[in-house]
């Protein structure tokens, strides 16, 4: 079991000034943050990341989408990450998600739906790759 995941504050959370308020939940339900920056996607990047979802029709507004302003990745780490922080974000869909998940909290409709989260240990792996180098994630268990 991996105990890492990516967490992708989306455009709509900071445009919204959430990031905070998102943040603090994260933390407080128990991940640590090994790595974390805001950065604006480009076209080609966001592509590679959401490369699974290119024959969907979406692809294209999904793009859009994550290159329309600035979004915030953060390498986080708990044990059963990938599962726990599934839960704490909530069905892709707003309306279906559990009272008190973030997207319940904060998302408007299921294309603006505030968090990314990995999907499984595997994606996991190769999505904080996608973003961060391993010298700018830290041993947590290090300080």
Do not use: W
């Amino acid at each position: 079991m991996n105990n890492s995941t990516l967490a992708i504050l989306k455009p709509d959370c900071v445009r919204k000034d959430l990031i905070g308020q998102v943040v603090t939940k994260i933390t407080n339900t128990g991940f640590k943050i090994r790595g974390i920056k805001m950065i604006k996607l480009t076209k080609d990047s966001a592509s590679g990341f959401y490369e699974i979802h290119k024959e969907r029709p979406f692809f294209g507004e999904l793009l859009a989408y994550m290159t329309s302003g600035p979004c915030v990745p953060i390498a986080l780490e708990k044990e059963n990450a990938v599962e726990d922080f599934r839960k704490l974000i909530g069905a892709t869909d707003p309306q279906k998600a559990e009272a008190g998940t973030i997207r319940k909290l904060y998302a408007e409709n299921i294309q603006e739906n505030i968090v990314h989260g990995s999907d499984s240990d595997e994606n996991a792996a190769k999505e904080i790759a996608h973003f961060f180098s391993r010298r700018e994630l830290l041993d947590i268990n290090g300080f």
